[in-house]
Each structure stands twice: as structure tokens, then as C-alpha cells.
């Protein structure tokens, strides 16, 4: 029942491609499943139970508070870096090689890649799980971390860097060999992403290699933590669209055909994903609007670009939701809002997806009032502020990423999935309890409650925090249960020795278009245009900044451990 | 790179979705719209460049030195100058009277805190190197905690303070 | 391209998204809604200039 089963693929790829492609998975759930570990540790310890002395024994430093921060630092670590960075790219592996119908262009590049990625995680593991790195996920200097630490993070973004590079060839390749034929939006909608990471990471790398590494070797005595946060979040906004358009991708070109329908506009679904590139990456200082360091008119001219890059979202929400409401026609779905129930609810698959596009919808709007400038005072740095960005990377992304696992498993490994009921099931646990958790989280930062603070060991929190709290406990705990059930299921289907009957066969779902692909305008399939622009947009939004920071460089602050 | 003939690449737009994409405009517009009124003719701004400082020596000179309350006006405008420290501001209450205008000027001497006056608009980081600033009313008495909003090492959810706004 | 049996193709000239167009006038109340109470916080606070 589940998604797709045809006898006859389109294309198959080839037995060591698809267990390439595993081994991305595989290092993101595991990376997932422990990172996800601590998220009701920290749940609970908000509502003031507090289970760490209970488990110390997990931590090598066994120091009870210390428990928290190096928790949380694995948590964000593991699940919004590593979680993220590894299954987007063996997704992105699986789709450039079955939308293009053809292997990559140069195997070994991607393995080197991807070894190197792996490489970087276990580096980086060996200071976190010895508490030498509890500097949480933005690591803001002059907060000092080992290392190896940095190093690792290095390696894993030189990683992704090198098998984006495989996939720039294989594309340029194919383009060569079809002159007249569009670039099938699905890979050139994972390639721009990966383009556009390329791109984004500069920041973080010249934070890391320019001011980092020769702080924390002690080749200097001092960093300037003004500048580092400038770098850091060149790079922090746009890693949030790395994370968010692969599972657009997956909106736009597959959910489509998971439904029984198809992509209601090519033309614009291109369209939005050049936006996407266009306009990702120079606005990072909405994240700084209460940076001392930083010229209030250039905080206010990133606000508008953040406007900006809220239309190719507004355009997605129409295109989707039309995409799946010409599904659900087709279905016999009737009325204005009565369709909705007519969509697949019963594939695990889909209903991930469309869960995941529910929350998104408030993550959306948060996103938007996170993003208002002045607006920013009444949320910056509180509960809110991880209240929503759980309904973007830990709903949006992480919940459709389990709808792709849900049939991207099955074809890879060629086998059924393993309890499709309950695959419907998790979605819908993890769901509920988002919706708990994120909207008291949201709540409790209106009314002030500081992020990344166990706030059970807060001397400040006024009794009517209390309430919320409670329910940040339960929401996060209901959140946990659906996740492992997620990787049981994923984890079972995997090793089970069951394989699917002779024939069948699980295809990757591609949908087709309404309108014809050859029909969208040559701009849309045109890098140059887009890069010169892209790159134009950056100097403009980010270059006098950038050089004013850099010429006022102060090494004036030395490191500090936690 | 040969291309489909032009007339083929006219883009096609289905007139919903263009109705969607000039409505989705103008809400976007109406947003921006509103936080420039708000921030241009309400004055509620964003902190911006102040001063940089040395976070090192900092405290060597006024008015550093002696963070704390500076009566400006008698009863209508203040200046606080606090410290961010692990896992402390200092000082740690201050005060002022209801209705005074009072501008925080707020820096680090360590690593980055964050720094949150409950029930008003001044919330910003306190970064080494930097000088952070904004201006609030109080319009009612009573006890306004600051809290440190940025993580900044093992003892950070005890940093706090309280701005004692009297009659 | 299509070789699943495809009959959806007498609907597909006529499909007018009139769900869809429901949909996202739903989402702009709610979005006006959520986006202005957090804006009236904001007013509610006061001048920080």
C-alpha cells in the first residue's frame, strides 16, 4: 500500500548507490536518535524535574549542572547539524542520480565526501562526549571549546562542500549531453540547495579558519566575538533553508505523486527555488537586530530582504497545498476545506509530510515575527525562539524527512516497511506533541523566559511560568515516544531479514507537472544570471559591513571554558 | 545552448496564483510598513553601534569603574551602567523613579550574556568589546528583573538583577 | 512520460484551486492575527529610543 509499487522502475540505482545512499541514513538517524535523547531531559528539567543526577552515569564528567549544557550542546549538534547535514545530502545523492536517470559523474569524489563528513563527526564527538566542548550548537566565541571540536566541524562542511561538487558535475554533464531538455526541477531544486550552501558556509569557514583556530591554538591571545557572530550567521540564516528545501523538494516534486496528483506549476516551483538562492543568504543580520556591534540601517535593510525571501514561501504554500488539493480531486474529494480529508492519511509517507506542513504554517509565522526587526525585542533569545525554530527544523524538516525515510528505506534496501500502521502513528504522536510543546514554548517566551536556561535551577521564574513549563515537559516527553518509534521502524524495516516479493519494487515517487517542463522560460534553467546575482545581492547587503567589522578588528577577548 | 523557440518560453501563470503572489506582496508590505512606523515615528529601535571598548581594561576608568545609576535630570532622566559577568551583573539591583526616562548602557568584561529588562523592550546582547544600549519608561513601580538571556557558562541561570522602580 | 492509466486529464483543463484559494485566505487571518498581537506587545512596551 505504501506510496509506489511498480514492477518496472523508471531507472534503479545501482546496488553500491543505494547503499551509499544507507549509509547517510544510517549516521543520521543514529546521529537523530542520541541527540534527540536529551531533548525531554531538557524538557523536564523546566518543569523542575530534573533526571540528570539520575543518569549520570551516561556523562564521562559526572558533574551534575554540567550534564545540561554538554546535553544541550549535543542535542543541537546531533540533530540540527549532523541529523540534518547527512540525510540532506544522501537525499540529495538518490535524487540527482534518479532525476537525471544516470550515476554520478565522478563516484569516489562523493565517498571521499561523505568519509570526510564522518571523519568530521567522530573528531568533533570525542571533545563533546568528553564535556570539553559544551559550547552549545552556535559556539559563540569567546566561549572556548577544544579543538577538535572546530576541527571537526570543519571536516564535516569540506565534506558536504566535496560531494556537492559531485553533484555539480554529474549535473553539468547531463545539461551537456541534453542541450534542449529542462533540468527535471526535482535536481535542480537539490542542486541549488547545495549551491547555496556552498556559498552560505563561507562565513562559518572564515569565522572557524580566520578567527577560531588561531585563537584556540593560542597563536593569538584574543577574538573578536562581534565579528565571530557576524560570520557565524552569514552562515546560521541560510543553513536554515539547507535544512527547510529538501523537504520543500520534497513538497513540491514528490508528495505530488505520493497523493495521486501532480505538481501544480513547474514554472513557478523553479521559480521560487532561484529565490530561494537569491535571497537565503543576504540577510543574516536578522538574527543580530540586538547586536551592539552592528548599524541599526543595515539591521533594518536585512529585515525587508528577510520579507523578501518570505514571498518564494508564500508561493510555495499556494503551490503545494494546490498540487495536493488536485490530488485529493481526483481522490473525489469534495468542498471547500472537506478535500483535505480525502488526501492518502493512511500512508505513513504522506501523513509525515502532511504533518509536517501543518506545523511548518506557524513556524512560518513566527518565522516572519522573528524576523520584523523591532518586533525581535519582545522575542529575542527566549523560550519562543526555540518553540519556533522546533516547528521548522524539528517539524518542517525533521517530520518530512521521516515521511522520505518511510518509502526512501524500502527502496534502498529492498525491503516492505515494517508496520505501516504504526509509521502513521509516530508521525501523528510527534505531531501532537510538537503542538503541545511549541505552543508553550512560544507562550512562555512572551511572557520572558529566557532560552538555553534549565530553567528549574532559575532563581527568577515568577508562578505563572509554571503552567506553561508543565506542558513544555509533556509536550517534549509525547515528542520523544514518536521519534523512537520512528527509528524502531526505520531501524527494523532496515535489518529485518524480510525482502519485498519477488517484483515489487518501491520507486522513488516523482511526479509529474500540470504544465509541461519544456514550457518554463530559459531563465529559470540558467545558472549564470542567477549566481551573478546571487553574489551581486551579497556584496551589496553584507560588503561595507563586512569590511567596516573587519577593519575594526579587536583581538581583545580571551577564551573562557564553561 | 540551443533553446525552445520563444513564444514556447512565455511563462505561464495560473491567474489564481498570480492573485496569490501580488496578495502575498502586499502583506509582506503591510509587515514592513508597520515595523517602520513603529521604529521611526513610535521610537521603538533596535540597539546600534554604540562604543567598542576593551573588555580587559574596561573597568580601569570611569564610568566603568563604578557601574551603577547616573541621575542625569532629577527624576525624569537616568543613565545605568551595568557589567555583565560569570554569572553576575553588577550591580545586581539598581534604581529609579516611575516615569523617568532611563537609558541602560550594558557591557561584558568575559564572555557573551544576554540582557532582558521583563515587561519592557530593552532586550540585547551584552558583548565583549561592545557597549550595548536602549532607553525605557517604567511607568509603574515596582520590581523589574534582568536576566541573562545568552548561555554563558555553568552558573548561567542564576544571573539575574532588578531594576526597583519607585513612586 | 505517463505510463500508469491516467484519467485525470479531462479534470485538468478545469481545475480551479478554489480549496487552495480558501486555504491561504485562512492562513492570512490567522498570520494578521498571530503577526499583530505580537506587534501590539511590542507597542505595548514602549519607546526604547
Redesign the interface.
Known amino acids: 500500500m505504501l506510496t509506489d509499487t511498480t514492477t518496472t522502475p523508471?531507472y534503479e540505482l545501482t546496488k553500491s548507490d543505494k547503499k551509499f545512499v544507507g549509509w547517510h541514513i544510517l549516521f543520521a538517524v543514529a546521529a537523530l536518535t542520541v541527540g534527540a535523547l536529551f531533548g525531554p531531559l531538557q524538557a523536564l528539567q523546566a518543569a523542575g524535574i530534573d533526571l540528570y543526577p539520575k543518569i549520570d552515569f551516561l556523562f564521562i564528567e559526572i558533574n551534575g549542572?554540567?550534564s545540561y549544557?554538554q546535553g544541550?550542546t549535543l542535542h543541537g549538534v546531533l540533530n540540527a547539524l549532523i541529523w540534518t547535514t547527512f540525510f540532506i545530502t544522501g537525499f540529495t545523492t538518490l535524487v540527482v542520480i534518479r532525476g537525471l536517470k544516470r550515476g554520478l559523474a565522478i563516484p569516489i569524489l562523493n565517498r571521499i565526501g561523505f568519509w570526510m563528513m564522518v571523519a568530521g563527526l567522530v573528531t568533533a564527538a570525542i571533545p563533546l562526549l568528553g564535556n570539553k566542548a559544551s559550547v552549545?550548537y552556535t559556539f559563540?566565541p569567546?566561549?572556548q571549546a577544544d579543538t577538535l571540536f572546530y576541527i571537526g566541524l570543519v571536516l564535516v562542511v569540506v565534506g558536504s562542500w566535496i560531494e556537492g561538487y559531485g553533484f555539480y558535475i554529474t549535473l553539468w554533464r547531463w545539461?551537456k549531453d541534453n542541450?534542449?531538455t529542462r533540468t527535471p526541477f526535482i535536481v535542480l531544486a537539490v542542486v541549488i540547495n547545495m549551491v547555496m550552501w556552498q556559498i552560505a558556509t563561507l562565513g562559518v569557514a572564515a569565522e572557524i579558519l580566520g578567527l577560531i583556530l588561531p585563537w584556540a591554538l593560542g597563536w593569538v591571545d584574543g577574538i573578536?566575538?562581534?565579528l565571530s557572530?557576524t560570520f557565524f550567521w552569514f552562515t546560521g540564516h541560510p543553513l536554515v533553508y539547507f535544512w527547510l528545501l529538501p523537504a520543500y523538494a520534497s513538497w513540491y516534486a514528490m508528495l505530488p505523486k505520493q497523493a495521486g496528483?501532480?505538481l501544480?506549476?513547474d514554472?513557478?516551483a523553479r521559480l521560487a527555488f532561484w529565490l530561494f538562492l537569491l535571497l537565503s543568504i543576504p540577510l543574516g543580520f536578522h538574527h543580530q537586530?540586538?547586536?551592539?556591534?552592528?548599524?541599526?540601517?543595515w539591521?533594518?535593510i536585512h529585515?525587508?530582504l528577510t520579507?523578501?525571501v518570505?514571498?518564494p514561501s508564500?508561493?510555495t504554500?499556494?503551490?503545494v497545498?494546490?498540487s495536493l488539493?488536485?490530488a485529493?480531486?481526483?481522490r473525489g474529494?469534495k468542498?471547500?476545506?472537506g478535500?483535505?480529508r480525502a488526501l492518502p492519511w493512511g500512508d505513513g509517507s504522506v501523513t509525515a509530510q502532511l504533518l509536517a506542513g501543518i506545523l511548518f504554517?506557524f513556524g512560518g509565522?513566527?518565522g516572519?515575527?522573528n524576523a520584523?526587526?523591532?518586533?525581535?525585542?519582545?522575542?529575542?533569545?527566549?523560550a519562543w525562539v526555540p518553540g519556533h525554530f522546533h516547528l521548522t527544523v524539528a517539524s518542517a524538516v525533521t517530520l518530512s524527512f521521516f515521511g522520505i525515510s518511510y518509502w526512501m528505506v524500502p527502496h534502498i534496501t529492498g525491503k516492505p516497511l515494517w508496520k505501516p500502521k504504526w509509521a502513521v502513528a509516530s508521525s501523528w504522536i510527534y505531531f501532537s506533541g510538537m503542538l503541545i510543546f511549541s505552543n508553550a514554548m512560544h507562550t512562555v517566551g512572551?511572557l520572558?523566559a529566557?532560552?538555553?536556561?534549565?530553567?528549574g535551577?532559575?532563581?527568577?521564574v515568577p508562578a505563572e511560568w509554571n503552567g506553561h513549563l508543565f506542558r513544555v515537559a509533556v509536550g517534549g516527553s509525547i515528542m520523544w515516544i514518536g521519534l523512537m518509534l520512528f527509528v524502531t521502524i526505520v531501524a527494523v524495516t532496515a535489518f529485518q531479514r524480510k525482502r519485498l516479493p519477488e517484483g515489487e519494487y518501491i520507486d522513488v515517487p516523482v511526479a509529474?507537472s500540470?504544465?509541461d517542463p519544456?514550457?518554463?522560460?530559459?531563465w529559470l534553467d540558467r545558472w549564470k544570471p542567477w549566481l551573478i546575482a546571487t553574489v551581486v545581492l551579497i556584496i551589496l547587503a553584507y560588503g561595507p559591513q563586512l569590511i567596516d567589522q573587519i577593519l575594526?578588528i579587536?583581538l581583545?577577548?580571551?577564551g573562557?571554558t564553561? | 545552448m540551443s533553446t525552445p523557440s520563444s513564444e514556447k518560453t512565455k511563462m505561464h501563470i495560473d491567474p489564481t496564483e498570480r492573485a496569490w503572489m501580488r496578495a502575498a506582496i502586499v502583506v509582506l508590505v503591510i509587515f514592513a510598513v508597520s515595523v517602520t512606523i513603529a521604529g521611526f515615528m513610535l521610537g521603538i529601535q533596535v540597539p546600534t553601534e554604540e562604543q567598542r571598548v576593551n573588555p580587559q581594561t574596561i573597568q580601569d576608568a570611569p564610568p566603568w569603574s563604578e557601574p551603577g545609576v547616573r541621575e542625569i535630570v532629577p527624576g525624569e532622566k537616568y543613565d545605568v551602567y551595568i557589567v555583565s559577568k560569570r554569572f553576575f551583573y553588577e550591580p545586581s539591583t539598581v534604581e529609579v523613579p516611575v516615569g523617568a526616562e532611563v537609558t541602560f548602557y550594558v557591557t561584558s568584561t568575559d564572555v557573551q550574556h544576554g540582557f532582558k529588562i521583563q515587561d519592557t523592550n530593552v532586550n540585547f546582547m551584552a558583548v565583549p568589546g561592545e557597549v550595548s544600549k536602549l532607553t525605557t519608561t517604567f511607568n509603574e513601580a515596582g520590581t523589574y528583573d534582568y536576566i541573562c538571556t545568552e548561555y554563558c557558562g555553568l552558573g548561567h541561570a542564576a544571573m539575574f538583577g532588578s531594576v526597583l522602580v519607585t513612586q | 512520460m505517463t505510463t500508469e492509466g491516467d484519467n485525470g486529464n479531462e479534470t485538468e483543463g478545469e481545475f480551479k484551486p478554489t480549496g487552495t484559494v480558501a486555504f491561504v485566505a485562512a492562513f492570512v487571518v490567522v498570520l494578521m492575527l498571530m503577526w499583530f498581537s505580537i506587534y501590539i506587545i511590542l507597542l505595548s512596551r514602549g519607546a526604547t529610543i
Open positions: 523508471v549542572v554540567n549544557y544541550l552549545l559563540y569567546p566561549m545539461r542541450p534542449d573578536d566575538p562581534q557572530r496528483g501532480k501544480f506549476s514554472t513557478l537586530f540586538v547586536d551592539p556591534g552592528v548599524p541599526a540601517g539591521k533594518f529585515s525587508l520579507f523578501g518570505g514571498f508564500l508561493l504554500l499556494f503551490t497545498v494546490a488539493e488536485y485529493a480531486r481526483k474529494g468542498g471547500l476545506f478535500w483535505i504554517i509565522i513566527g516572519v515575527a520584523s526587526y523591532n518586533v525581535n525585542l519582545v522575542l529575542h533569545n527566549t512572551l520572558g529566557p532560552r538555553r536556561t534549565p530553567l535551577l532559575a532563581p527568577y509529474e500540470l504544465d519544456q514550457q518554463a522560460p530559459v575594526g579587536e581583545t577577548s580571551p573562557f564553561n
